[in-house]
T-cell receptor, first 110, second 114 residues
Framework: KQEVTQIPAALSVPEGENLVLNCSFT??????LQWFRQDPGKGLTSLLL?????REQTSGRLNASLDKSSGRSTLYIAASQPGDSATYLC?????????FGTGTRLLVSP | EPEVTQTPSHQVTQMGQEVILRCVPI?????FYWYRQILGQKVEFLVS????????KSEIFDDQFSVERPDGSNFTLKIRSTKLEDSAMYFC????????????FGDGTRLSIL
């Protein structure tokens, strides 16, 4: 059974810092990995999707990497801004479903 | 950009009543999903649906739950005899294909059981 863990659970940084969020998973037989953003009480916004054959994906200030063999993914956020404050969820894609981690709650202070 | 739309945004229901949560997936998508998130917990998979059939369901998705695509655009989740522990945010998602393409999520329906 796939288990997904995210570290740290919470992170507080000053504006402008570069930061890394970590995701680990137990079963390397995955189709893809998606990173989502969730604002309090809101839905899930897809940030990046990495296919199992890829090593990384970039979108603006976000860069996600995937090491399938070691069961790890990282989300790198460059030059963080207060608007980046949210919970970031990692979800590992099987053929039929996504298995989510518990998330990292990020607070970027001005 | 096409979106997944869910209604209502918030549903309050008495325990024991039936509720129907509605979703309009992205129009060219063929695969549909329901997930739920109990407050403070992980997002959990409930069910996937393709070609008018359930293709996979979790252990959470017992006889209390059912899904239906009543017409060409809507996808519904019905919960019978609701319990207090059914209170959660329910998310609908859709994808063009399975096994590799992103799932696109709606904004969710917050279900509160009193």
């Amino acid at each position: 059974k796939q288990e997904v863990t995210q570290i740290p659970a919470a992170l507080s940084v000053p504006e402008g810092e570069n930061l890394v969020l970590n995701c680990s998973f137990t079963d390397s037989a995955i189709y893809n990995l998606q990173w989502f953003r969730q604002d309090p009480g809101k839905g899930l916004t897809s940030l990046l999707l990495i296919q199992s054959s890829q090593r990384e994906q970039t979108s603006g200030r976000l860069n996600a990497s995937l090491d399938k063999s070691s069961g790890r993914s990282t989300l790198y956020i460059a030059a963080s801004q207060p608007g980046d404050s949210a919970t970031y969820l990692c979800a590992v894609g099987g053929f039929q479903k996504l298995v989510f981690g518990t998330g990292t709650r990020l607070l970027v202070s001005p | 950009e096409p979106e997944v739309t869910q209604t209502p945004s918030h549903q309050v229901t008495q325990m024991g009543q039936e509720v129907i949560l509605r979703c309009v997936p992205i129009s060219n998508h063929l695969y549909f999903y329901w997930y739920r998130q109990i407050l403070g917990q992980k997002v959990e998979f409930l069910v996937s649906f393709y070609n008018n059939e359930i293709s996979e369901k979790s252990e959470i998705f017992d006889d209390q739950f059912s899904v239906e695509r009543p017409d060409g655009s809507n996808f519904t989740l019905k919960i019978r005899s609701t319990k207090l522990e059914d209170s959660a945010m329910y998310f609908c998602a859709s994808s063009e294909v399975q096994g590799g393409q992103p799932q696109h999520f709606g904004d969710g329906t917050r279900l509160s059981i009193l």
